[in-house]
């Protein structure tokens, strides 16, 4: 910040001093984790020029306008704000400058420091602390380790994965074939087996002859992969399953677009971001840094009511296939997570549930959990070892025998409870 | 009559207050920065929350035309931009055959000229004549997919459009264009960056009342605080979706309908359904919890002057 540390130009340069700062307030903005381009603080610059400086308020919005780009960052850009132009007062000396007659200040006096800039500066270190704190919560430790319902917050890393397993787990997903799942677009392509007529393609065609012949032109609907929306559980009994599975989202994040990943143990977390990591060692060491609860507790419903709340409307659209990956072993109540799991159903095309335990031979659909979540999934599959995970593949491309009926697994359960 | 765009943005609120739309300091600014600057503005917020009444409030205060393009998924070139009217195309074809004219060039010119373009909203936007640009509603613009977000980019930054048989529409005076989103979806930051983004938030109490007391003047004033001061505190609890302004005058209306005077519990559960639009909150409203607010929010009215 040098020329923050250059009072004499005040004077000299009013212009010049304030898009230095409105400058250094961009870069500072982009420090604190907004996106914002070099082209915007040209654009910042230009603004406060249109809208002049009247008043602490507008050009707050002025700025705002053109520096902000998301709704998340709103608060971030309120703190930087406040933070970066009070220090010196220097909106009210760039008002000062600008208007013909001074107005009134709209602010709360400050005292002028001792060596300010140095200070303005310092703040504005520790502003940068203060936005990640917020951001991120403090989360209370539990002690009790002793019920596994309790919001046991460990991380765990994924290096803990023995040598051996990670090389067979890496080529069995890099052999593997991703699923081909196709929906229709309401766009078209031009597609000489087509079934529809193209007319436009038709009219342009028969220009070459002058009109004389009018060819017909087929086209056929673009087809596109369905979003893919995973919710993973990574409570003590579940961990195991995910950390593999989770190589094989990556492996899917990697080829398509649109794929939304979270993890829930008793919070839940959006771990998209994470996920876009190119080396999937990378990303997965930033998933279990993202995640509080690792191997903890599970609370199917809460994590799947928040999820309804805050997600589902902003990443369920345009025929999202859900897959839900947990044992269904739900300690809280069941009531509430057969609701969830309606609304859950409801809001997306399909709900693929994965469950490590339907590789033992004796399951059956007994537990409570299991028995609420049951009735509301549309494909009940085994995900135990990679070679489930090329069933999901094909799962995912559509088909699914009988095996995979939720009727049918309610339906053994009741017999074997009635026997 | 076409009104001059407002050169302050005291100017700008006094625009908007004069139709009735009651905004806050920083939607007048982005609003005044972006026709200022000619940069379209990006909207967000959730539904109800006034964001498609900007745009038509701002065309009616500037006397300028609204042309409204209305996203949809599959939404492509041929029904946002331009079509050719195929059929009048074939028969103008026919017709030459039969009179023995097939000079070609003459054909080309003539088949794929203005007379058989069929123009869409964008085109028509393009098209305005200076000093009175329409304005250009982008409605819902995450319902649509990312390839026609691609294809706005163009026309935002250009403001031209190519048609390969035609050649380049520019515009003689861009459109004031006006894009709004209920993020379902994030919209790419490559959009995003040529515009200026606003998010439209639930109003304050006091806004939201002076909102009811425009748009709902039947209302008595003891029932406006009453229903506002309840709207602004269902809001505060998580509901699955919190009611928005226009859910607010609606409800104000309905009540008026009902003669009611001011809100009693019979009034609220007979009316909830203007309210609240999912029945997981209608059920948990009703299992007592409006009771309460409603409680609350007489207590607190009767203690402030």
């Given amino acids: 910040m040098s020329a923050v540390a250059d009072p004499p130009k005040v004077a000299a340069d009013p212009d010049g001093k304030l898009a230095d700062n409105i400058a250094y307030f961009a870069r500072a903005l982009r420090k604190a984790g907004v996106k914002v381009g070099p082209s915007a603080t040209l654009d910042a610059i230009a603004a406060v020029k249109t809208a002049g ?47 013909p007659k001074a107005p009134p200040r709209q602010s709360e006096r400050e005292k002028k420091r001792a060596g300010e800039d140095r200070a303005a500066e310092a703040m504005f270190e520790g502003a940068q602390d203060r936005i990640t704190k917020q951001e991120r919560p403090e989360i209370e430790i539990d002690a009790s380790l002793t019920v596994s319902g309790n ?45 529809r007529i193209d007319p436009r393609a038709m009219m342009r065609a028969s220009m070459r002859t002058g009109g004389d012949l009018v060819l017909p032109k087929f086209r056929s609907r673009r087809e596109i ?112 997570l057969s609701k969830q799991m309606e609304r859950l159903h409801k809001s997306c095309r399909r709900l693929i549930w994965l469950n490590p335990l339907l590789r033992f031979d004796g399951f059956s659909a007994r537990a409570k959990g299991v028995r609420a979540m049951l009735p509301h999934v549309d494909e009940f599959r085994s995900v135990h070892s990679l070679e489930a995970m090329s069933a999901l593949c094909d799962a995912l491309s559509g088909g699914g025998g009988r095996e995979t009926d939720p009727r049918w697994w309610m339906n053994a359960a009741d017999r074997a409870m009635a026997a | 009559m076409t009104s001059k765009l407002p050169a302050s943005i005291d100017e700008t609120e006094e625009l908007l207050d004069g139709q009735n739309y009651v905004a806050d300091r920083a939607l007048a600014t982005v609003l005044f920065l972006s026709l200022k600057m000619g940069r379209p503005l990006f909207l967000e917020g959730e539904a ?61 010119s003539d088949i794929f000229s203005e007379r058989f373009l069929i123009r869409r909203p964008i085109l028509q936007a393009l098209e305005g004549e200076p000093g009175y640009a329409p304005v250009l509603l982008i409605d819902e613009l ?29 515009a003689a005076e861009p459109p004031i264009v006006i894009i709004t989103t209920n993020r379902t979806r994030e919209i790419h930051d490559a959009l995003k960056r040529r515009c200026l983004y606003h998010w439209v938030d639930y109003p304050a109490a006091e806004r939201e009342l002076q909102i009811v007391r425009r748009k709902a003047p ?30 607010t ?22 009316t909830l359904g203007v309210l609240l639009k999912y029945h997981d909150d209608i059920q948990r409203m009703e299992r007592g919890e409006s009771r309460e607010i409603l409680a609350e929010v007489k207590r607190e009215l009767a203690r402030a002057p």
């Fill in chain 1, 53 to 99: 400086l009247t008043s602490r308020d507008d050009f707050y919005w002025t700025l705002h306008a053109v520096l902000i780009t998301r709704h998340e960052d709103d608060a971030v850009f309120g703190e930087a704000f406040r933070l970066f132009w009070r220090s010196r007062e220097l909106i009210e000396k760039m008002i000062a400058m600008f208007s």
């Fill in chain 2, 218 to 247: 039947q209302a008595n004033a003891e029932l406006a605080a009453e229903l506002v001061a309840f709207v602004q505190r269902l809001r505060k609890i998580d509901l699955f979706k919190a009611p928005g302004v226009a859910e």
């Fill in chain 2, 142 to 170: 995450d319902r649509t997919d990312e390839a026609f977000e691609a294809f706005l980019l163009e026309i935002l930054s250009d403001n031209q459009v190519t048609i390969p048989e035609l050649g380049t529409i520019r």
């Fill in chain 1, 225 to 336: 992969h369905p979003p893919l929306v995973v919710l993973a559980d990574i409570s003590g009994s579940m961990s195991q399953y995910t950390r593999v599975f989770l190589h094989f989202i990556h492996a899917l994040t990697e080829k398509r677009r649109r794929v939304h990943t979270f993890l829930f143990g008793t919070r839940l977390t959006n771990v998209t971001r994470q996920m876009r990591h190119k080396d999937p060692d990378e990303a997965l060491a930033d998933c279990a840094g993202a995640v509080k609860d690792w191997s903890g507790g599970t609370r199917i419903g809460e994590a799947l009511a928040s999820f309804n709340l805050t997600w589902s409307r902003r990443v369920l659209t345009q025929g999202a296939v859900v897959i839900l990956i947990t044992d269904g072993l739900e300690r809280d109540s069941v009531d509430e």
């Fill in chain 1, 151 to 195: 919001d046991v917050l460990r991380q765990k890393d994924f290096a803990q994965m023995s040598v051996r397993e990670i090389e067979e787990a890496k080529r069995a997903i890099a052999a593997l074939r991703l699923p081909s799942d196709w929906i229709a677009t309401r766009r078209f392509r031009p597609d000489p087996r087509g079934d």
């Fill in chain 2, 48 to 108: 109800g929350v006034g964001k498609t009444e900007i745009a038509k409030v701002l065309a009616a205060a500037l006397g300028r035309p609204l042309i409204r393009l209305q996203c949809y998924e599959g939404l492509d070139v041929s029904s946002a931009l331009y079509e050719w009217n195929y059929a009048a195309q074939m028969i103008e074809i026919r017709l030459r055959e039969a009179s023995g004219d097939t000079s070609k060039d003459a054909m080309r």
């Fill in chain 2, 249 to 270: 005058i609606d409800w104000a209306n309905a009540l008026t309908e009902l003669n009611a005077v001011a809100l009693d519990p019979a009034h609220v559960s007979d």
